[in-house]
């Protein structure tokens, strides 16, 4: 009897030692099945974005009069500094790596976590928070109905009402053309199924 339990004891902990080792090579494998499924998104966003706003080494001013820097990023880098007008990024990869940090701390935290969103939705809607800013995105009409209901199919005019600038010089709202565009490229790309 007792060869028996200690039969029995012996499978139980292989059982159990080799049943942790396959949990832990599964979590290895989710891991890195996770780290690329982020990396193909965040790579369809950068070239996606990157159709928008164009990439430039050397800070510029946009049309909003804004100092702008690789992938229309604005305000500060990584470490906390300002963009300037003098700045220059040393290469693409240095555009792209400010371009990935800008998504993932400013645009992608502001996404709705309570409703399932493809890819395509998330870059769509990404770009217009990268564009228009988050306090613009958290007050819009298309946050609301993309919390209420994703697949509103008056999601795509709430894309098209934000065509407008405010010119630096004249302070006065104007439609730009290259707005308009940008945000018919928005609307069809959310509602384009993976």
């Known amino acids: 009897m007792n060869a028996i339990r200690l039969i029995v004891a012996c499978s139980l902990i292989i059982f159990m030692v080799t049943n942790t ?4 090579g599964l979590e290895i494998l989710n891991s890195e099945f996770q780290a690329d499924k ?7 966003a950068y070239k996606f974005i990157k159709e928008q706003e164009g990439e430039k080494l050397n800070a510029y001013y946009c049309s909003a009069g804004k100092v702008t820097i690789g992938v229309g990023v604005t305000g500060k880098y990584q470490d906390g500094a300002l963009i300037k007008i003098t700045d220059k990024l040393p290469n693409v990869q240095a555009s792209k790596d400010l371009f990935f940090w800008f998504l993932k701390t ?5 996404l709705p976590q309570t409703v399932d969103l493809n890819d395509n939705q998330k ?3 990404c770009s ?3 564009n228009l800013g988050e306090g613009n995105w958290r007050s819009s009409t298309l946050k609301k109905k993309v919390i ?6 008056s999601i795509r005019s709430e894309f098209l ?6 010119n630096p010089k004249t302070k006065v709202k104007e439609v730009l053309n290259g707005l308009k565009l940008r945000r018919e490229r928005e609307a069809n790309l959310y509602f384009t199924n993976l």
């Open 21 to 24: 080792q396959a949990k832990a």
């Open 38 to 44: 982020e990396e193909k998104f965040l790579t369809h």
């Open 106 to 110: 400013r645009c992608l935290p502001e």
């Open 123 to 125: 870059i769509a809607l």
């Open 128 to 130: 217009f928070i990268f």
């Open 148 to 153: 209420s209901n994703p697949n509103d199919k």
């Open 161 to 166: 009402k934000w065509i407008y600038f405010t």
